[in-house]
């Protein structure tokens, strides 16, 4: 407890006036916690570590903390934190975005930072619906649920976060659930320190805008819901497919070892300057 | 100002664009991001060719102009003097990107090499139809500079001007140029680096806990410290206090706003730029910006030739709008004459800025040609 309530004091800004947004049971704060605890585990300095976060109840997350902090506009946190990370490759550039911010608006933001492979740790909180605008359906609400903008239920694909920013090209690709936060911090460190575009999705349970009018009666049937679904990678593999429908796999999608963009600059610049060195 | 103290440096033949290049690099631009479009296209080309062979310069090709400018905004605030350029429908995508750069007053420079519109538009002719968008384009009361060039050689030192207009106060600052100043070819003077005065934003003097990043200060202008120096502060779009925290209270909003016009506006008169030629003495007055104040030129010495006593206001900044040069012509001059490719963007800000002093007539053109000095010249000589 006494060392939780370090982390506290030490991560959490002083000057900033809390209560925070998030309701009871919202999966952001959680993935917040484990945020914070990444950090610590990993040593960084508050000074070097840059949040970029979207628009949406998971970008409000930027003016908690006390990092340098960057609140950007609805669906293009990753052209900034592009900039950033390309303007000064030393600082620990982490993205914030919920699947409405990064899918929907930013989508293709999403698919082109993945393919550029730019040095970006990028965290979206998937929580199937706009959270913060009263729960209109996402990009990646379910077929068939109920939001304030499918009263008839929802008629289109979703999209699957994890195999669309494999496909795009991102670096490390991997999901974690915000019921399994132990799990949940060990991918998130590896998310931080690994080269090029990485990618954690946090499974977010927003009980408030979808729970409630998906056949959930309580935040905790929620919370079942994301225990009883959720299966490690692996074992997830071996399901046949009848057994793995409606199942929600966890773990490590993507480890590639290619060069980051901002790496690939540095050679490129090394080279140029050389070569006006010669003439 | 940015004006060459001595004339001294390396003369090229270049077009516009490649005149913007090399001022951004005088003035210190080290990153780029952008997208292609005609007629920019040249200056996004010449970035990608020369920023890589710099110390520490940056150049990326984003995936549309809204990546653009957000990767424009991340570089500002990792204490780079960034740019981008495009022309008018990639200026359209940026608009939401630009109220946040006035909202959280992030140093930047915007060139829209204007052509024909509305929409896709004459892609290869040249206009000047987006003078109002540059002022008004984003959603909100906001504050902004906008500048423009009418040759190669004005287009090198008003980039360089919009850098340290950017830096000065703390702001995007949009260059207007049209298609036939960015794609004329012309003899001009790179002058050495030191022969401009090159300005760089405010650092902060105090230590990290007294730092507030959107404080009221004597300029109205606050510090800028970059990314990762040990000042962390929070950005955002919402509306803020001091602190950099969203807030709703009623004082703390007027308070950022007013503060975030008069940064521009109580150094008005250091921004203002114009030439006035012939204009001591002229009964009428040409007032012209971009190509078109270059045929104003030759038919204003023409008139002169006739005996007409006309003069020429050649407008460098287009807002905050130069009023007070035109208050000084009222003595003595009865007519202005506006000549712009657009159906009377800039007579309206002339319109509106004149009490009576004025008869005021306009020349308009929106079929992608270039309004000529005959043109200029036959209203010149109707009394
Ligand atoms: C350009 C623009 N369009 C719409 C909005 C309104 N808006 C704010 S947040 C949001 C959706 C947020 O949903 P999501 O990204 O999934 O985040 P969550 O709140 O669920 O965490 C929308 C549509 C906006 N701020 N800007
Ligand atoms: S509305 Fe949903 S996403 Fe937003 S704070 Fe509440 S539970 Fe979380």
Known sequence: MAERTQLIHHYLRHNKKFPHVYCAGCGHGIALGSLIRSVHALGWSKDEVVMVAGIGCSGRMAVYVDFNTVHAVHGRALTIATGIKLSNPNLKVIVVMGDGDALSIGGNHFIHAARRNIGLSVLVLNNNIYGMTGGQCSSTTPLGATTTTTPFGQMEKSFDLVELAAAAGANYVARASAFHAQGMDKLMQATFTHRGFSLLEVVSPCHTQYGRKNKFKTVVDMYRWLKESATPLEQYRKLSAEKAKGRIPLGVFVDRDEPSLEERYADLRADQTAQAGRR | ?383
């Open chain 2, 1 to 383: 100002m940015a004006k060459p103290k001595k004339k001294s440096g390396r003369e090229i033949f270049a077009l516009g664009a490649e005149a913007v290049v090399e001022g951004a690099l005088l003035a210190g631009c080290s990153f780029y991001a952008g997208y292609p479009i005609t007629p920019s296209s040249e200056i996004m080309e010449g970035m990608a060719s020369r920023l890589p062979g710099t110390s520490d310069g940056v150049f990326v090709q984003m995936e549309d102009e809204i990546a653009s400018m957000g990767a424009v905004i991340g570089a500002s605030l990792a204490g780079r003097k960034a740019m981008t350029a495009t022309s008018g429908p990639g200026f359209s995508l940026m608009q939401e990107f630009i109220g946040y750069g006035c909202m959280i007053e992030a140093p930047l420079v915007i060139v829209n090499v204007m052509r024909g519109g509305p929409s896709t538009g004459l892609p290869t002719s040249p206009a000047q139809a987006d003078v109002q968008q540059a002022r008004w384009g984003t959603h909100g009361d906001h504050s902004v500079i906008v500048l423009s060039a009418s040759d190669v050689q004005e287009c090198l030192a008003m980039t360089v001007t919009a850098f340290n207009f950017a830096e000065r106060y703390r702001t995007p600052v949009i260059l207007l140029l049209d298609e036939i100043t960015a794609h004329t070819r012309e003899k001009i003077t790179v002058p050495t680096p030191d022969s401009f005065e090159i300005l760089y934003r405010l650092q902060p003097s105090m230590p990290p806990e007294w730092y507030k990043p959107f404080e009221e200060t004597v300029r109205g202008v606050p510090p800028m410290p970059p990314l990762g120096a040990g000042y962390r502060y929070h950005v955002t779009g919402l509306t803020h206090d001091p602190l950099g925290f969203p807030t709703q209270r009623p004082d703390e909003i007027v308070a950022l706003l007013e503060r975030q016009f008069r940064k521009i506006d109580q150094f008005f008169f250091d921004i203002q730029l114009a030439d006035e030629i012939e204009t001591a003495d002229a009964e009428i007055v040409v007032v012209a910006y971009g190509s078109v104040a270059r045929s104003a030129q030759l038919a204003v010495a023409q008139a002169r030739e006739k005996g007409v006593k006309a003069g020429l206001l050649k407008l460098k900044t287009l807002f905050p709008f130069p009023r007070t040069k035109l208050e000084r012509l009222a003595p003595h001059c009865k007519i202005l004459v506006v000549p712009e490719m657009n159906m009377g963007q800039m007579s309206r800000e002339v319109k509106r800025v004149n009490t009576g002093q004025f008869a005021v007539r306009t020349i308009n053109r929106v079929d992608g040609q270039i309004i000529t000095p005959a043109e200029i010249l036959k209203v010149l000589r109707r009394r």
